[in-house]
């Protein structure tokens, strides 16, 4: 299956950055973020990217105009994106709701949609071009909360490009927003869910007290390079494809108790053990495989509808190389994949953000780790401005970019050939690249009874 195209060269003509502020007055206050959002880990700029093809329907109308227009309307009730971060004593973030604005840049190019391909995922070439990095605009603190790019396309299609700071949402919050401004775009006077703040609900407890064990911030420092201080350079990195057929190839390694595991299961465990062999760790090496875990429906009384901070948590399946690739059935990897998963609860919550204090904020433990964050339930793919459904939806990377050796997105896509399946980004040291494609090759060269060809590609970034 081929990625979009990496040769294709395009122009974009951008006009001068806007500042885009909330339609009518809105409060000059201060609002704290949780002791979950102001975390380390987060404190950076994700990046979304949202392709809409040509609708007739829509002859006449100017998606940079409407999406403006719309921001607009919707920052009246999201009116904290408007604002700038603060940092007060302890590290403590708040936002200081100032109403200067959030970055809106226009623009047109001179391509299509259909010279990307017919594989929508990234990497996108020239993404620099779909989503500008303003000059003094990607800090954390006093900087724009959020910077968005809308591009026409000489098709008649546009791309809606965004950058956020990941410590005002997480993936559920953003789609949030990126919701209600379709709404208002489609003529809604105001969003069907409003938004809640209250980031208290998920500060420190007073007294603090940890009562989980939290491995994913044990300090380990990487004496050998690993991958973790290799710059990024030298390193290699690609997306990897999985659709139907290859998930079957996996799936056959796994033992028949689990054979109720998810897909995202099957897969992180799969690339868990090739990872680590690529790595060529010593077998008593300590090595961690973390996969982004949503905790929004399980508190008690349930958070808001409406709540669109940030609501995960990073738990840390935790063994040595050895035991972890001693074995090539799945079952050793995918059990504690499955119970690393399950910790997750209001309690492991409440335990995280008292770390957070008690701590200082610690960073995650990037040594020896994989760190995967699943977005095909964020909702990217349903957000609407009129235009419909976007022929793809979702982050900008395959990579975290806060851990990018480290950290992936585990993304829905589709193949040249419409089949849907996810996209997973791996960046390794180019001779650990060459052991897991030939690693990966042994868990999918025994095709289902079918006997489908795999489409299984890694496709350099």
């Given amino acids: 299956m081929a990625a979009p195209s990496q040769s294709l060269v395009f122009t974009v003509r951008r006009c001068k950055p806007e500042l885009i502020a909330p339609a009518k007055p809105t409060p000059h206050e201060f609002k704290q973020l949780s002791d979950i959002d102001d975390q380390e880990a987060f404190r950076f700029h994700v990046p979304v990217i949202q392709f809409y093809r040509h609708d007739p ?103 809606f490009a965004l950058r956020l700071n990941h410590t005002m949402s997480d993936a559920a919050g953003l789609v949030q927003f990126m919701t209600a401004v379709g709404e208002v775009a489609r003529g809604q006077r105001a969003p069907s869910v409003l938004p809640v703040w209250q980031r208290h609900l998920l500060n420190a407890r007073d007294p603090t007290c940890l009562t989980c064990t939290h491995r994913e911030y044990d300090e380990v420092i990487d004496t050998k390079g690993t991958g973790t201080i290799t710059p990024l350079e030298d390193m290699a990195c690609r997306s990897f494809f999985f659709g139907r057929t290859e998930v079957s190839a996996i799936r056959r390694f ?74 090539t059935n799945l079952g050793y990897a995918l059990e504690l994949v499955r119970k690393a998963k399950k910790e997750v609860n209001e309690e492991y919550m409440r335990s995280v953000a008292d770390l957070m204090v008690i701590r200082g904020r610690p960073f995650l433990t990037v040594v020896g780790s994989f760190v995967v964050s699943d977005v095909t339930r964020a909702g990217f793919g349903k957000v609407d401005f009129g235009w419909g459904k976007p022929a793809y939806g979702g982050p900008a990377e395959c990579f975290i970019r806060s851990i990018p050796r480290t950290g992936s997105f585990y993304i829905p896509c589709k193949n040249s050939e419409g089949e849907e399946g996810i996209a997973v980004g791996v960046c390794l040291p180019a001779p650990a690249m060459e052991i897991l494609v030939k690693e990966l090759d042994f868990f999918l060269k025994n095709m289902p009874e079918s006997g489908k060809k795999s489409t299984f590609t890694a496709s350099k970034l």
Avoid at 113 to 126: I, K, S
Avoid at 261 to 276: D, G, N, P, Y
Wanted: aromatic fraction near 10%; charged fraction near 20%.
């Fill in 57 to 159: 329907s829509m002859q006449g109308r100017d998606p940079v105009k409407v999406i403006r227009e719309a921001l607009a309307q919707a920052l009246v009730f999201y009116y904290p994106f408007a604002g700038r971060l603060r940092e007060w004593p302890g590290r403590k973030l708040v936002v200081e709701c100032t109403s200067e604005g959030v970055v809106f840049i226009e623009a047109d190019a001179d391509f299509t949609l259909e010279q990307f391909g017919d594989a929508l995922r990234p990497p996108f070439p020239c993404l620099e071009e779909l989503l500008f990095d303003l000059p003094g605009s990607g800090g954390v603190l006093h900087c724009p909360l959020l910077l968005i790019q809308v591009t026409r396309l000489k098709c008649g299609g546009f791309i």
């Fill in 254 to 327: 796994v033992p028949h108790h689990l054979s109720q595991s998810t897909t995202f299961e099957v897969i992180m465990a799969c690339l868990w053990r090739c990872r680590t062999i690529a790595l060529q760790f010593d077998r008593n090496k300590e090595v961690r495989m973390m996969s982004l875990v949503s905790a929004r429906g399980k508190f008690n009384p349930p958070l808001p509808s409406g709540y669109y901070g940030n609501v995960f948590a990073f738990p840390a399946a935790v063994t040595t190389a050895g035991k972890l690739c001693e074995n």
